[in-house]
């Protein structure tokens, strides 16, 4: 929506994050007490790590994170009468891309962390709504900071996509970036 409201990318930017920090923040909120807003594979492979989740609980979540990405592309596609299964060529390659998704997940990973240790679970919604909303600038890559996003994103050919061939260094950057947060918050936390 944001490229049909105006030509400049930089409020089509603003508002595309507006809408992203809104919705994770109701995502968040309205979902995280049935299923722990389990909605960022990082996410999950790290409270499996942690054994907060069970190795079945988190495959599953990761299938279901995978499989809802796609279909809200796929649906964003069908809302705004685009090709249902486009696949992306916008490119997001290069070592300030990636560096990006490190910063950014990296960041995640460790406020997620430091709010569930320190007993303020309640501030989650709102922390990562900012975060992400605030990396949505301050990183190169917009911050996708998610594995699922990622893969959903390869099926629009919107601004907000990502091309195949940029998808397996995201995803290894955001690996890299949620190790980095959990090491970052147990190094803090001494847990």
């Known amino acids: 929506m944001g490229t049909q409201m105006s030509r400049d990318t930089g409020v089509g930017l603003t508002l595309n994050a507006i809408s992203v920090v809104a919705m994770l923040w109701i995502l968040i909120t309205t979902l995280g007490p049935i299923s722990g807003a389990h909605f960022n594979p990082v996410v999950s492979l790290v409270m499996l790590?942690?054994?907060?989740?069970?190795?079945?609980?988190?495959?599953?979540?990761?299938?279901?994170?995978?499989?809802?990405?796609?279909l809200g592309a796929t649906l964003a596609n069908l809302m705004?009468?685009?090709?249902?299964?486009?696949?992306?060529e916008v490119d997001r390659t290069g070592y300030g891309h990636v560096t990006g998704e490190v910063v950014a997940t990296a960041g995640l990973i460790f406020f997620?962390?430091?709010?569930v240790d320190t007993d303020r679970g309640k501030k989650i919604p709102t922390v990562v709504a900012a975060w992400i909303g605030s990396a949505f600038f301050f990183t190169s890559s917009t911050a996708l900071a998610n594995p699922a996003v990622t893969i959903g994103r390869i099926f629009t050919d919107s601004v907000v996509g990502i091309a195949p061939n940029g998808v397996l260094p995201f995803l290894a950057a955001q690996v890299v970036g949620g190790a980095i947060g959990l090491g970052l918050a147990v190094t803090l936390k001494g847990k």
């Open 49 to 70: 790590y942690r054994k907060a989740i069970s190795t079945t609980d988190a495959l599953i979540y990761i299938i279901l994170q995978i499989i809802g990405a796609i």
């Open 80 to 88: 705004f009468e685009k090709t249902l299964f486009a696949i992306s």
């Open 112 to 115: 997620i962390l430091l709010l």
